[in-house]
């Protein structure tokens, strides 16, 4: 069974952050090793910063770059990857959402994944067929690390997001819409062909209902397991999310896990989850997609 | 000349071309089919799928270049809804086609270009109106309706905050973020930020209210680490005396667009907010589609409908060129007088 650690930082500090980041790696019994470089995998899905709960806080991956300079032998080459969107371009993301600043500040390197020299993939998940780009700073790199966002997200089969999706914002294709009616299929299929080697949450914000400072830091080597146990702390039920059950019947990981550090029942408590006014209206939004109405009614 | 008034003066509809169909150009479009004294003649657009709609809507004539559009004998008049950048070029095009013009907010990236609009619309006597939406809005107009009857007092203070998310739009209900033109992030194209895209709608009401700005300054503010200021507080004194706080900012999901007038008599507050929640974006959705206006956009209905009776009765319009003028040097003034406030 895949281990899942929790931890909370004590404060909204780098300090407190790499302190929690600390922990929860040694809970999963994680240890950098000898791999030449690193790539991180934050989740810029626009513009929005990290206060919004939307987007990966640059102090947290900030801390982890320190955690991992700290504790491997030699100087190592970092690179934070992301790519283009159907709305949002990496060159202004990294600027805007502070990225630019990091990598002035620690020496690391920002790679557009979407200008990024890649290799035609084709995969199967489902019943559905891709042919993803692969790119080559991705199927080089001598450690993926997957640092996601926990967010709800209003589509059949995708009602919650974490370290899965997150990957699928690897794909270099910019219109990842096009992927929208099948989303499940292609956020497994982007797993199968791009496999990060640990997932670390940054619960600092979570976006919920709204966004609410929860401090929690969650680590596993495991993608399928870390977005049960997302879901689990969105009071969501894992079973009824398409993609992670499509993720775990192909092999990409465990749908159960072994909980190390805090409870989970602890950060369930506090996340600021759907009420039933929220459902209802997510219900409603779902009948209205159903009917191709979202467009014409400005809801998209 | 005469017989040039004669002939607007037979206009019962105004022929209406609208230039660049993004978000505002949607609205006047649909709005411009929608009034009684205005004839939607021709649209322009360079994206191929903004003309399929607009064709789609009823419009008989589109555009992929503007020139033609200038050229079409049945357009009156014409509003300019493009990049900033591409006012003066346009709206010069249009004068010397002899076009009346509706121009968007703010009339152009600098005071030269903003000097040069109104001297080539002077020049071929065409009526210019800077597209100011707040001067036409029923809570707005109220503010100015209990100044002019003095049940406020004398203002000594004023505050008018604009705050939204700008050029960064998205439905936050459903999370479906919008791309973002890539000239919103240049500098050089427009003009500047969330100071001068929000803060002349504030400075031209204010304008309206208490007359020329006698100073400004301001303290300009960058969280998205752009070249442009994603907000503002700027602080203004007028030729009544009021003190006015004028705050921007481009950097909030939320909307808020608030005026407030501290009076020597009473304190009043007027807002418009955009429809939120699903049932309220529905309804305002299914208003556009079923009366073709939401009444969120029922200001920007009305300012058309008035540019078109300016035309027809040979009016001049307010705001006109001039303001937008005005407003600008404002606007400028405050970038030259921006302040750092130390940590």
């Known amino acids: 069974m895949s281990l899942v650690s929790f931890t909370k930082a004590r404060k909204d500090d780098f300090d407190s952050m790499k302190q929690a980041i600390r922990e929860a790696l040694g809970l999963i019994e994680h240890s950098f090793g000898e791999e030449k470089n690193v790539i991180i995998k934050p989740n810029l899905c626009y513009y929005w910063d990290y206060s919004t709960g939307q987007t990966t806080d640059p102090r947290f991956v900030a801390a982890l770059i320190d955690l991992i300079r700290e504790q491997m032998p030699r100087k190592i080459d970092v690179c934070i990857v992301e790519s283009d969107a159907s709305a949002m371009k990496c060159r202004y993301a990294f600027k805007m959402l502070g990225y630019e600043k990091l990598a002035e500040d620690l020496d690391v390197e920002l790679i557009n994944l979407s200008e990024d020299e890649n290799d035609v993939v084709e995969v199967a998940a489902g019943n559905q067929t891709f042919q993803l780009m692969v790119p080559q700073t991705i199927r080089n790199a001598g450690l993926r690390i997957n640092v996601p966002k926990i967010k709800y997200m209003s589509r059949e089969g995708v009602r919650i997001t974490c370290a899965l999706k997150n990957v699928f914002g690897c794909n270099p294709y910019p219109k990842k819409f096009r992927y929208h009616s099948r989303l499940a299929e292609a956020i497994v299929a982007t797993n199968k062909v791009m496999k990060f080697d640990l997932c670390l949450t940054d619960g600092m914000i979570v976006s919920g209902i709204q966004p609410c400072r929860l401090g929690l830091v969650m680590a596993s080597k495991d993608p399928v397991a870390i977005d049960v146990a997302a879901a689990k702390i969105a009071a969501e039920n894992p079973m009824k999310i398409q993609y992670i059950q499509l993720a775990h019947k192909e092999g990409l990981g465990n749908t159960s896990f072994i909980e190390r550090g805090k409870p989970l029942n602890y950060f369930r408590d506090r996340y600021p989850r759907k009420d039933v006014k929220t459902q209802l209206l997510g219900k409603a939004y779902a009948v209205v997609a159903r009917a191709g109405l979202s467009h014409r009614l400005g809801l998209e | ?343």
């Open chain 2, 1 to 343: 000349m005469t017989s040039r008034i004669m002939e607007v003066y037979k206009l019962k509809k105004v022929g209406l071309g609208v230039i660049g169909l993004g978000y505002v150009g949607k609205i006047h479009l649909k709005h411009g089919m929608k009034l009684g004294n205005t004839n939607l003649v021709a649209v322009s657009d360079l994206s191929k799928r903004a003309l399929a709609a607009a064709r789609n809507a009823g419009v008989k004539r589109t555009f992929t270049n503007y020139e033609h559009l200038l050229k079409d004998a049945d357009v009156d008049a014409v509003i300019i809804a493009l990049p900033t950048h591409l006012h003066l070029k346009c709206a010069t095009d249009a004068a010397e086609a002899k076009k009346h013009i509706f121009l968007e907010k703010p009339i152009a990236r600098n005071i030269v270009e903003a000097e040069e609009i109104v001297s080539v619309t002077q020049r071929n006597a065409v009526k210019l109106m800077v597209g100011y939406p707040l001067r036409f809005n029923s809570a707005f107009r109220s503010l100015k309706e209990n100044m002019r009857n003095r049940t406020l007092g004398d203002i000594e203070i004023a505050h008018g905050d604009y705050v939204s998310s700008g050029p960064f739009l998205h439905r936050a209900e459903s999370h479906t973020p919008v791309p973002v033109p890539e000239w919103w992030f240049n500098k050089q194209l427009t003009g500047g930020g969330a100071l001068v895209d929000l803060g002349v709608h504030i400075v031209n009401l204010f304008r309206w209210y208490f007359g020329e700005i006698t100073s400004i300054k301001s303290c300009l503010g960058y969280r998205f680490n752009m070249d442009l200021e994603d907000h503002a507080i700027c602080l203004a004194r007028f030729e009544s005396g009021t003190k006015a706080v004028i705050t921007v900012g481009w950097f909030s999901q939320d909307y808020r667009l608030e005026v407030q007038l501290l009076g020597t008599v009473r304190n009043i507050t007027a807002s418009h907010a955009p429809p939120s929640g699903l049932l309220n974006v529905a309804r305002a959705r299914v208003e556009m589609l079923t009366k073709g206006m939401s009444r969120f956009h029922q200001a920007h209905l009305a300012e058309l409908q008035y540019f078109a009776n300016c035309i027809i009765k040979d009016l001049a319009p307010s705001p006109s060129g001039e303001d937008g003028l005005k407003d600008l040097e404002a606007i400028s003034l405050a970038y030259r007088n921006s302040v750092e406030l130390k940590m």
